[in-house]
């Protein structure tokens, strides 16, 4: 052992916090002087994890992680799953806050994103799926990148999980899911826990009345998610949310270091000018540091963390960056465009059924000595709808509408996800209306999803602090063809509820009320109450090399730039069927192997 070795573990063993895995600084003065960094991630969470960990594995890189919030290891919501709306609005949630939305009536909306090492990946609702094989195959033809199409991505969705068939109460979820559709050998734990109740029997026993419109769907991430399905989560076999911190990050070794409490200002040009790779972050003093990388870096900063960052080191909409006083050093257009989400409405039915209610305390305390009870799934129902409204819908009827998948069969267009049954309130991660005041019975609440939204909106500087949060504007229901794949997504739930499974037990809705029930009556209920379903992508959009629209190339490279690449949800250049972790590790893994290809050779 070298003298120079024991003097840096010496130094390191000082300043910094030692945990399994990658080395935590808490501040950029605890950094060590005499390591140069091969790589910089910029945000440490979902994706920036994974590309972080997959680097590491070759011994002789050093990496850096800088992460503005701090590590999940301190916040312990982060771990049971039915606990995880404690999260939001805290000290690791962005916690932005929208413009007005016309689409909403005016209304503006809180938009919830993860701070803290494992992004969103440890603050989210930890659904697992993966989309359509007709998404993947779009959005490879689209950005004219194969390697996204469903046969290239899906070995690296499965590259990245590790699925369990049983959970932490032994429960053999057989029949609920296909194994042999699954990874097994990957960082991320998946299994299909579930908290059995009546209002299960009755779901599945419409999949024999309503077979058409309500399949029943063994595995929903089969490639064809259409029908009714059990859910699956990023959840261990201990019942713990498996997440890129602690599936990812927690593994790696001393090569990671991994910087926490620190902002990224921006990206600054090296060398021949669009050489990125000079990194300015802000101390806690709120004092300036630089540290460069020596090969790359990877902007990991979500939705709106990575155009953010783009758009202060003078990336972006020339006219845009004048007005906030930045000077311009390559005119992109689209940075910060192209934003969409999920939408997501409220659907509240009164039911005869029992409620799903439990003792917090109680559950937590049951958590906590061996991981049972009911806590250990998120929500406190069990399973997701997915319906592909027919050719003929009302909404593309008469030509009035394009099909916004794009005319794939194997595409939902709405999902209707459970909540739970009560006489309180749900506890959402979104804004959501109040429960009808006279609506003092018990009700199963749901959201209604549209998936494919083809209204888009945008984020951009705030020009009066560039570095605070930005300006969003979801750009939310400017479409009518979003709302009238909403208004008919409530009618295929009315319809569900009429089966004769449900007839006797769930009366008709009182969110909207029974009477709401024309197009104009059905589109103003959806205005009102309509909400982003946190699944934002886009701001970073991926295209075809020498496009006039997107920001990266398909080798996730920063069109117009060196040394620069983009590994986050702002890549995708639409929505999927789904929600959009599991496509966030697959092309987390994607670009992984891109990038240690191109430094292999
Ligand atoms: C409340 C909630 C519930 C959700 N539920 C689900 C679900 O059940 N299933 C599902 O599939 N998806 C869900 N999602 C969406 C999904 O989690 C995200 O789409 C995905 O994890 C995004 O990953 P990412 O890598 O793009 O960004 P993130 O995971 O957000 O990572 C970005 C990281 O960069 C850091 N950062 C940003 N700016 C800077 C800066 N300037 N300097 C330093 N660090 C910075 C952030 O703090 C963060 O850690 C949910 C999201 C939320 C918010």
Redesign the pocket.
């Known amino acids: 052992m070298t003298l120079h070795y024991l003097r840096s573990l010496a130094f390191l063993l000082i300043c910094c916090q030692l945990v399994p895995g990658a080395i935590l600084f808490n501040s950029p003065d605890d950094l060590p002087q005499d390591v140069e960094y091969d790589f910089v991630v ?7 994890n994974v590309v972080a960990t997959r680097l590491a594995e070759n011994p002789e890189w050093n990496i850096l992680v ?4 701090p590590s999940n290891e301190e916040i312990f919501a982060t771990r049971p799953p039915g606990i995880f709306h404690d999260l ?1 609005k805290t000290r690791v949630d ?1 916690n932005f806050t929208t413009v007005n939305q016309p689409g909403l009536n005016g209304r503006n909306q809180s938009y ?10 440890s ?7 993966t989309g359509s094989r007709d998404d993947w195959d779009r959005w490879a033809k689209v950005t004219d990148a194969e390697e996204l199409s469903w046969d290239n991505i899906l070995p690296l969705i499965r590259r990245a999980e590790r699925f369990v068939l049983k959970d932490s109460e032994n429960q053999d979820e057989t029949g609920h899911v296909d194994p042999s559709l699954h990874g097994h050998t990957g960082n991320l734990t998946v299994t299909a826990p579930y908290v059995a109740h009546p209002f299960d029997d009755l779901l599945i026993k419409t999949t024999t009345e309503l077979t058409d419109e309500f399949p029943y769907k063994q595995d929903m991430n089969d490639g064809r998610p259409i029908g009714i399905s059990w859910n699956q989560f990023t959840i261990d076999e201990h019942a713990e949310r498996s997440t890129s911190a602690t599936a990812y990050l927690a593994r790696t070794g001393g090569n990671v270091h991994t910087l926490i409490n ?4 921006r990206v600054l040009p090296i060398g021949n000018g669009l050489d990125f790779r000079k990194v300015e ?1 802000m101390d806690a003093q709120g004092s300036s540091r630089k540290v460069v990388a020596q090969k790359e870096v990877i902007l ?4 709106f ?1 990575t155009p ?2 783009l758009l202060n080191s003078g990336i972006g909409l020339r006219e845009e960056l004048a007005t906030a006083g930045i000077k311009t050093l390559v005119n992109n257009p689209s940075v910060g465009k192209n934003f969409t989400d999920h939408v997501a409405v409220l659907v509240v039915l009164p039911t005869t059924l029992p409620d799903t209610d439990f003792d917090r305390d109680q559950a937590l305390a049951q958590w906590n000595h061996n991981r049972t009870g009911r806590l250990i799934i ?1 929500n406190h129902l069990n399973n997701l709808i997915w319906v592909r409204l027919a050719d003929d819908a009302v909404p593309f009827g008469e030509g009035a509408f394009i099909d916004p998948t794009g005319g794939g069969k194997n595409s939902p267009h709405v999902e209707f996800s459970f909540s739970q049954i009560s006489i309180h309130p749900p506890k959402t ?1 979104v804004d959501i209306p109040d429960l009808p005041p006279d609506s003092n019975t018990t009700t199963v609440q749901m959201t209604a999803v549209n998936l494919h939204p083809v209204s888009r909106g945008s984020m951009s500087l705030n020009s009066t602090n560039p570095f605070g949060p930005p300006l969003i504007d979801l750009g939310i229901l400017t479409e009518d063809v979003d709302v009238a794949i909403l208004r008919e997504g409530i009618r295929s739930l009315r319809r569900l509820y009429s089966s004769p499974s449900f007839r006797d037990s769930v009366s008709d809705t009182v969110l909207p009320a029974a009477n709401v029930t024309t197009d104009e009556d059905l589109d103003a209920f959806i205005r009102s109450v309509a909400s982003p379903w ?4 886009g701001t970073a959009a991926m295209s075809p090399r020498g496009a006039d629209w997107g920001v990266v190339d398909p080798n996730f490279q920063v069109k117009g730039t060196e040394g620069l690449r983009i590994v ?3 890549i995708f250049p639409d929505l999927p069927s ?5 496509p ?1 590790y697959g092309i ?1 893994e994607l670009a992984s192997s891109m990038i240690a290809e191109a430094w292999n050779d």
């Open positions: 910029i945000g440490g969470g979902t994706a920036g800088i992460e503005a919030g939001l962005w919830a994103r993860g701070k803290m090492l494992g992004g969103c990946s603050h989210n609702g930890m659904v697992y799926t620190t902002f990224v200002k972050f990991s900063g979500g939705i963390g953010q960052v998120p991660t946190l699944h934002g992508i986050d949800a702002s789904g929600h959009t972790q599991a966030t987390a």
